[in-house]
Nanobody
């Protein structure tokens, strides 16, 4: 059974940094695409970055140049380094594992709150 556990959220001032971690178990982590999503209050959850098994990365425009997604296959962990944080980055952040058979992100962590104060 796949389990994803996020950590690293918290309260930070605008302009600050945080690093989120997502530890995976029960999966052949190295072959999976992993994504970071976020859901702000009153908004739909959105995919903001993903990283393929080969290490290719894609970012949504709103975080490009400020956030960096990376992975450590030996530790079965994916990271999201967030710099130059803005109040609009306030959200619950979720990591997710892409299921190629189902063509969707089908395994989710519990989420970690990130709050950016102005």
């Amino acid at each position: 059974q796949v389990q994803l556990v996020e950590s690293g959220g918290g309260l930070v001032q605008a302009g600050g940094s945080l690093r989120l971690s997502c530890a995976a178990s029960g999966t052949m982590f190295s072959i999976n695409t992993m994504g970071w999503h976020r859901q702000a209050p009153g908004k739909q959850r959105e995919l903001i970055a993903f990283i393929t098994s080969g290490g290719s990365t894609v970012y949504v425009d709103s975080v490009k140049g400020r956030f960096t997604i990376s992975r450590d296959n030996a530790k079965k962990t994916v990271y999201l380094q967030m710099n130059s944080l803005k109040p609009e980055d306030t959200a619950v952040y979720y990591c997710a594992l892409y299921d190629y058979a189902k063509h969707k992100y089908d395994y989710w962590g519990q989420g970690t709150q990130v709050t950016v104060s102005s």
